[in-house]
């Protein structure tokens, strides 16, 4: 990770963070009825495509297609693969955990946000993995607070996942987010506690824990953008975005609807 320069990052003020708010609830909303067609037997290709016809009837814009060549609508990952998968023949089965990762564009503001749906049987060791990795983003959640450190926020993940005997992804960050979809800072899964930048009020943080079972090492595929575990094991990915305020964090994508081996407690 570089040195981050704190006046680099950007502070939303009220009218603007009203723009983002609407772009991120429409992610939000859009990721959720994805998540509903995630089902055995349908192909990632027609989740793309569900997931398509969603972001153009909602009057958003993929934030995806498109960057740097990315060919799909959103990213959807499956078992292995951690994230950047891309839809296509592979159909889902029992068992399966799919990633579904949308980017959207709205009125010139960004909403991004992702999640792991479980689907059918899957297996107790898998739906522990789900469970802890959306813990341990909520637990970064309760660190995105005017005054605390970014670097402890970012720690807080790869200390909580260990406890569990997994590892966290560190070729991929989460990002600052609001008119482009990947602004400062950098927010990796791990990092120093105590380490700089210091977070202040406005500004907008998409933190996405990417937890592996097994080894933290991947590589990417042939299609340039599919990174999978070397060792073949599940990974799971959640992601919110989350605006610091000089209260409580406020999640922008914030979403009721759990899934099953997902949990919204602060573990
Ligand atoms: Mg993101």
């Not at 991004?112 to 522990?128: E, F, H, I, K």
């Not at 380490?195 to 097994?214: D, F, Q, S, T, Y």
Request: charge should be neutral.
């Amino acid at each position: 990770m570089g040195f981050l320069l704190a006046n680099r990052i950007p502070i939303r003020q009220a009218s603007h963070q009203a723009g983002l708010r609407k772009a991120c609830g429409l992610a939000r909303d859009i990721l959720l009825r994805t998540a509903e067609v995630v089902k055995a037997g349908v192909t990632t290709k027609e989740v793309d495509q569900f997931a398509a016809s969603e972001i153009k009837a909602s009057g958003c814009t993929s934030a995806f297609l498109g960057y740097r060549g990315f060919p799909g609508n959103i990213c959807i990952s499956m078992n292995e693969e951690i994230v950047h998968g891309i839809g296509g023949s592979r159909v889902i089965s029992d068992g399966d955990v799919v990633k579904i990762d949308i980017g959207v564009f709205h009125d010139g503001w960004v909403g991004d946000n992702a999640l792991t749906v479980p689907v059918g049987n899957v297996s107790p060791d898998v739906l522990r993995l789900l469970a802890a990795t959306e813990e341990s983003l909520h637990v970064a959640i309760n660190h995105a607070r005017d005054g605390e450190m970014l670097g402890t926020l970012c720690a807080s993940v790869e200390e909580h996942v260990l406890k569990y005997g997994y590892t966290v992804v560190r070729e991929f960050v989460g990002h600052g987010v609001g008119r482009k979809l990947h602004e400062e800072p950098q927010v990796p899964n791990y990092g120093t506690k105590g380490g700089r930048p210091r977070l202040k009020a406005g500004m907008a943080l998409a933190i996405e824990p990417m937890v592996n079972l097994g080894t933290a090492k991947m590589r990417v595929l042939a299609d340039g953008w599919t990174a999978v575990t070397q060792d073949r094991k599940p990974s799971a990915h959640y992601e919110h975005v989350v605006l610091v305020t000089t209260g409580e964090p406020e999640v922008l994508t914030w979403r009721d609807k759990m899934f099953p081996g997902g949990v919204a407690s602060i573990g």
